[in-house]
């Protein structure tokens, strides 16, 4: 059974015991629009929470994707490279990002959770 | 038929506008623009390297590749041809005095290896130039050689680099870079060996001089700051953040895309800045943008002018002389480019700097402000500046004014186009939702800024008047109407490919 978090860069990140999937949110790709270009990071890099983990570039900005918390990436979606509208389409889903293995759970304490996540939106709004 | 669809003509052409195809789309190979005799029967001097079939270049008579580029070039949009808004990129006159000494032949024919007692007068160039560049700025040293803004970054963040190695300094390795800041600043401090700390603004679209404050650490290598800024807003604490940064035991670079702002009216070293590039092709009106090559020499403060890169000009008994190898104590990091700098830019900038004299580079600078304030005044009630004014040179507008019209920024620069203007910047700086960034420059007459004003605020009025399916469906009048950039982002066609040739009946 896995969990769902969020950050508030709009990064969503789904945990399964000490392994997470990583992606952004529905929000984060309606600001973004049409999405064209995902670079993602390959199995074994090492991340700290808050450095730049991805990059996604659409046809008004590109962005830096952050990891939401410290670990080892396991695999990225290498489908996105040929199919970046993804994010678009199913950005909670088939448009993910990156999985990695947790280095701390502790850190998951800092991130919102699914209720948080859509008030801080409509704060946004 | 409504006015959003004119009648299409036979030919595809709309009036003088011509519907051009690609040069290879027009060529035929048994058409040629020269009639040479074929070669007498010469020995075969290319080593089996000789063409083994056609290579497909398209044969076209002189007057039809005359016409092609004539007709590509009636496609363009310059500031030749009208007004350019465009903020961040600073689009003013060229004027022709430049273009005409940087063709003299003395100057236009120059090869970089002539000895230097043929070269004398293109000596003197740099010299004076680089003299007007310190006087203007106030600084110590300036390196001409930067090949434009962000090769100027470069030089300016080695010297900071070149410095605290000297000083045995290698544990600062953070380098700060406000929201605001150009992509460039960022990539330049990476590309420096530097991380980079975000430092965020504050509700009057400067500097968070607090943020800056705790951020400074002794792991700072220095900051990167512009000023003006990106929103067109002049850093209103920039003496106490530069105080800030070195009694932190940092450098300060300052971006300086923006100083055609403040050119002639402030002294860059009186705000503690300890590197600066300047754009000659912005700040003092050199062809670019596709147009022509720029140029970013670096100035440098004390601290760091020891370290400045070779080459440079100095005058002394026997003349002129190019120093090209370490002399004295200095201790250039390098050298930025394998010659001595974009010589053309030189000759139109320092053309300008001479033409306008100190008198006309403050009246420039402070026109450029007040042309930028003349559009925040008449558009600041229909649109929704960003920030309170008084601007500097270019005025930030966002896209609240658009909110539940079903209008985006694109779709309003998109009717701009119609409206026969240049954009402005759009999405750009991202501290905004939907930016509009425009800057007017000294350049446009009152007229002129008036012209446009009127085109947009009656567009804004018809974009609160609910009518979307305008902007959405807009550019009209356009050689090509609205493009589909996303199919082009993730599908580019980025090589014409021959038809197949057509069968023959079997």
Redesign the interface.
Known sequence: MSTLYFTEDHEWISVDGDTATVGITDYAQQQLG?V??VEVPEAGKVLTKGDEAAVV?S???ASEVYAPVSGTVTEGNADLADA??AVNEDPMGEGWFFKLTLADAGELDDLMDPAAYESFVKGLE | MSPATPTPTLTGNRGLHIEEPLIFEQGHPDKCGVDLPEPADKPDRLGGLARSGPIGLPGLSEPEVVRHYTRLSQKNYAIDSGFYPLGSCTMKHNPRLNERLARLPGFADLHPFQPEATVQGALAVMHRLSAWLLGLTGMEAVALSPGAGAHGELCGMQAIRAALDARGDDGRRVVLVPDSAHGTNPATAALCGFRVRGIPGDARGRVDLAAFKAALDDGVAGVMLTNPNTCGLFETDILALSEAVHAAGAYFYLDGANFNAIVGRVKIADLGVDAMHINLHKTFSTPHGGGGPGAGPTVLSPALAPFAPLPYVVHDGAGYRLVEHVEGNARPFGRMKGFHGQFGVFVRALAYIMSMGRDGLHRASGDAVLNANYLLARLGEALTPSFEGPCMHEALFDDRFLKGTGVST?DFAKAMLDEGFHPMTM?FP?VVHGAMLMEPTETESRDSLDAFCDAVLALAAKAKAGDAAFFTHAPRHTPRRRLD??RA??HPVLRWEPPAPTRAAE
């Open positions: 049409d064209v270009f570039e046809v008004k900005a970046p509208a | 694109l999405y991202l950039e996303t982002a993730r």
